[in-house]
């Protein structure tokens, strides 16, 4: 039986043929615009499966960075997963896990093994692909922050020289007015007062007068040697030195300063230790001199190897912004000091709404 020949084509078929193949050329031609724009950029562009992060698409850029071959990443389950430096592992996972369950962007910092060994930071800015209400696909930018990592480290190296010499010096200037003119002012008042037994009536009164000026000096100057090198601290502990702190910061300013404690590990790093109780000296200080308020609230507890310390106060409070931008010394410090000791710090303050400091830190 022969074959039935197909009819000629109409102009019309002829023409809507030719649409069709201008539109698969034009959706071509777009696609390799896309692919170049997406190469040419200094980030890695990935996609993958939200189930099983199984990586469906990444960019050249990726074996320029990395060194491994792009159908590495393809062809081996777990390949992205499986380069992540040890220490990152878990948050990174648990950071994609919470891109797919709320379906919202998220942004994270992570380090990556190269095929030569190198360690290489990454800032991945991640979004969920949603069909029908269920997260499909995670696409992701990863921008190499390496260099900006770097920097941050040796800031915060220098950062921790800096207030490592700065203790040492408070330490050696405690010692001097302890050791030194602590005692030469206990001296002169034993000498003032035999004097003041000695002389008349009159020129007894004058010396009373100074011998008082002199033992109000003396406490002046313990007490500066105190707030200098905290000795409770180190023999007492944490609890025990920021609740003297408190107490002489209420006698000494008229203030009422709540300490609410619970849960503080006997053992604490010392430079964890250090580190809050100068952030509660700090903020103390701030609270009695310039909330305008005469009460204050300071509360230490310890979670599952973690410190956290909130310093709150009811005060007139400050426009956080503006006050950043004059870079309150007070301020700075503080921030400084935790980042140096790897914690974390939020100030939180409105003018007329009060403060409130926390700091979160390995015990």
């Known amino acids: 039986m022969l074959a039935r020949p197909f009819p000629p084509r109409t102009d019309d ?9 201008q539109a698969e050329a034009a959706i071509r031609h777009a696609h390799r615009r896309y692919e170049d724009l997406v190469d040419s950029l200094e980030a890695i562009v990935w996609r993958a499966e939200a189930a099983t992060l199984q990586t469906s698409y990444v960019s050249k850029r990726a074996e320029a960075i990395l060194g491994y071959p792009i159908t590495h990443w393809l062809r081996e389950p777990n390949f992205w997963e499986a380069h992540l430096h040890p220490e990152d592992r878990l948050n990174a996972l648990a950071s994609y896990r919470q891109v797919t369950r709320d ?4 942004a ?3 380090r990556m093994i190269t095929a030569n060994g190198r360690i ?5 800015s991640v979004h969920a692909v949603v069909e029908d209400g269920v997260s499909t696909e995670l696409i992701g930018v990863m921008v190499d922050v390496t260099d900006r990592k770097r920097a941050e480290n040796a800031l915060a190296e220098v950062t921790g020289r800096l207030i490592s010499a700065q203790e040492e010096e408070r330490c050696r200037i405690a010692r001097e007015l302890h050791d030194d003119f602590n005692q030469r002012l206990a001296l002169l008042s034993i000498g003032l007062e035999r004097l003041g037994q000695a002389v008349s009536a009159t020129s007894g009164t004058q010396v009373q007068d100074l011998l008082r000026l002199t033992q109000e000096i003396a406490s002046d100057v313990h007490r500066l040697s105190h707030q200098l090198h905290p000795a409770k601290l180190e023999h007492l502990g944490l609890v025990a030195a920021i609740k003297g702190l408190c107490r002489e910061m209420s006698e000494q300013y008229g203030a009422q300063i709540a300490f609410l404690h619970r849960n503080v590990p006997t053992s604490i790093a010392k430079e964890s230790a250090l580190c809050l109780f100068r952030v509660a000296q700090e903020a103390l200080s701030n609270t009695v001199k310039h909330s305008g308020g005469k009460k204050g609230k300071l509360e230490l507890f310890g979670d599952r190897r973690m410190l956290h310390l909130c310093v709150s106060d009811s005060g007139v409070g400050f426009d956080l912004q503006s006050v950043s931008a004059k870079g309150r010394l007070g301020l700075i410090s503080m921030q400084e000091r935790v980042r140096a000791a790897g914690g974390t710090i939020s100030i939180e303050s409105r ?3 009060g403060t ?3 700091v979160h830190i390995s015990a």
């Open 356 to 358: 409130r400091i926390a």
């Open 351 to 353: 003018p007329s709404r």
């Open 108 to 110: 994270l910092e992570y």
């Open 13 to 21: 078929s002829q023409e809507n043929y030719a649409s069709v193949q």
């Open 120 to 124: 290489v930071w990454f800032h991945d």
């Open 103 to 106: 379906q919202q962007h998220h």
